[in-house]
């Protein structure tokens, strides 16, 4: 399967906790985003990546939210000191450079927290 | 401040009959707008999209069509078929990276 890969696909944890999140996107795809969608909305955009560089960022990432992509392939997303609010749907998606159509993200199946 | 809007969370319709899902948008600095289908437990993946300097682009049995003077958009499905049930996004994008989505139409074909 040579699709976008996310880890874990859910996860449970206590309030206060640090969680983290992977994302391995298609391999040729230079581009990487992560999304956050909660229930009964769409897709909320978090940040974007364009190789290791990270070039935009939501005013939704508070300073408990950080991102990273070191090498220009994998990338993750920390939460630290969760809370309640931040029980959602983590979703990342890639899209190659400069090739297809704009916009076209390819999603993988997302990484569900649940913050008790 | 919800840019993109589905006002419609769900729709049924009957296989073979068309189904329509509309969008509105408010922001016009938009330029390229498009629709995603999500199944459930599965990401969104994308379906149909139009530049904004079209209004209809059409794939199979998929046609959007967009109306800027009214910021909306729709999206129409004939004929409608039972694997189309799925959730549908519409997304709108501003020439940044990002995409807004709206909030979603539940779309079910019953047989």
């Known amino acids: 399967d040579t699709g976008v890969s996310q880890d874990p696909r859910h996860k449970i944890t206590k309030r206060g906790q640090n969680v983290t999140f992977r994302c391995d996107p298609i391999?040729?795809?230079?581009?990487l985003y992560w999304y956050r969608q909660t229930l009964g909305q769409g897709p909320e955009f978090l940040t974007y990546?364009?190789?290791?560089?990270?070039?935009?960022k939501s005013r939704l990432l508070s300073d408990r939210f950080s991102a990273e992509r070191p090498k220009g392939s994998f990338s993750t997303l920390e939460i630290q000191r969760t809370e309640q609010g931040d029980s959602a749907m983590y979703l990342c998606?890639?899209?190659?450079?400069?090739?297809?159509?704009?916009?076209?993200?390819?999603f993988g199946e997302g990484s569900r927290l649940t913050v008790l | 401040d919800q840019q993109v809007k589905q006002n419609s969370p769900s729709l049924s319709v009957q296989e073979g009959r068309i189904s329509i899902l509309n969008c509105d948008y408010t922001?016009?600095?938009?330029?390229?707008f498009l629709w995603y289908k999500k199944y459930p437990a599965e990401g969104p993946t994308f379906l149909i999209s139009?530049?904004?300097?079209?209004d209809k682009n059409e794939d199979g049995r998929f046609t959007v069509f967009l109306n800027k003077s009214a910021k909306h958009l729709s999206l129409h499905i004939v004929p409608s078929q039972p694997g189309d049930s799925a959730v549908y996004f519409c997304?709108?994008?501003?020439?940044?990276?990002?995409?807004?989505f709206g909030q979603g139409t539940r779309l079910t074909i019953n047989p």
């Open positions: 391999s040729e795809h230079n581009r």
């Open positions: 998606a890639s899209s190659p450079p400069d090739r297809g159509r704009p916009g076209e993200l390819f």
């Open positions: 997304a709108a994008s501003g020439g940044a990276q990002k995409l807004v």
């Open positions: 139009i530049s904004s300097i079209k």
């Open positions: 922001n016009s600095m938009f330029d390229y």
């Open positions: 990546f364009q190789n290791e560089a990270q070039l935009e």
